[in-house]
């Protein structure tokens, strides 16, 4: 390629690591293309100046680099992320193995509406999220069972997030009926219960938060039928609806 130089970048989450091989690098040339690279890119631009923006996780870094014809340059850009290691447990010790587990992380700060801005999710156990330095909130979910979790990520520093849920399973089977739907079973101001989980083909298997419930099995003709039942953090209960 006449009138341009080789440009390496090395995509770094902190300083004095290795390049993180997922890292996305973006690369804007001096005449307006483009590309995108992974991991530690080696590529010829035209001289002149390109722009480099690199991600990794949810962090971003941004470079405008100068590059002279013939020249072989290479460049570290450190992004700066820390690793939260995220779990859940239904009692501490006692991991949630669920594929179904929703993992969530948001900002700790919430904006003048109350609300938090969602950054990065994954579903099942063991998960590294790669997240600038800050506060975070970790929510998750599994079945009928949600927990906030706050945590700090500091550059370049592993954070073990473990969420503790206090949440045990619940197995139910109702012969003969075609929805099964679990409330809670205090009813709010306006004497509604709220809805945790339901599931159709009378039966249902799902988590619950420890505490008392009213579980609905509903047929397709005819009354629904009700029954009590308490849950209890790290146990499993089974029950039938006759």
Not at 125 to 135: A, I, Q, R, S, T
Not at 146 to 174: K, M
Not at 179 to 192: C, M, S
């Amino acid at each position: 390629m006449l009138n341009a130089g080789e440009l390496t970048i090395r995509p770094l989450p902190s300083p004095g690591v290795d390049p993180d091989s997922n890292a996305a690098v973006f690369t804007e040339f001096p005449n307006g293309e483009s590309t995108t690279s992974y991991g530690e890119t080696r590529i010829w631009v035209p001289a002149g100046e390109t722009k480099v923006q690199v991600t990794i996780g949810t962090g971003v870094a941004n470079q405008a680099i100068a590059v002279k014809a013939g020249e072989l340059l290479a460049r570290d850009i450190v992004v700066g992320v820390g690793v939260a290691a995220v779990n859940a447990f239904y009692v501490e010790g006692m991991k949630v193995e669920d594929s179904n587990l929703f993992e969530e992380i948001l900002e700790a700060k919430k904006d003048i509406q109350g609300k938090r801005k969602s950054l990065t999710y994954n579903y099942g156990p063991d998960h590294n999220f790669e997240l600038p330095p800050g506060d975070y909130v970790l929510v998750s979910t599994v079945g009928g069972a949600t927990l906030e979790t706050p945590f700090s990520i500091v550059a370049g520093e592993r954070t073990e997030v473990s969420a503790i849920l206090g949440a045990g399973v619940v197995a139910i089977t109702a012969p003969g009926t075609d929805k099964v739907e679990v409330f809670g079973a205090k009813a709010d101001i306006q004497g509604n219960r709220k809805s945790f989980s339901y599931g159709f083909g009378g039966a249902l298997q799902t988590t619950l938060t420890a505490g008392d419930y009213v579980v609905v099995a509903s047929p397709a003709e005819g009354e629904p039928r009700e029954t009590s039942i308490s849950v209890v953090a790290g146990e499993r209960l089974e029950v039938t609806v006759e």
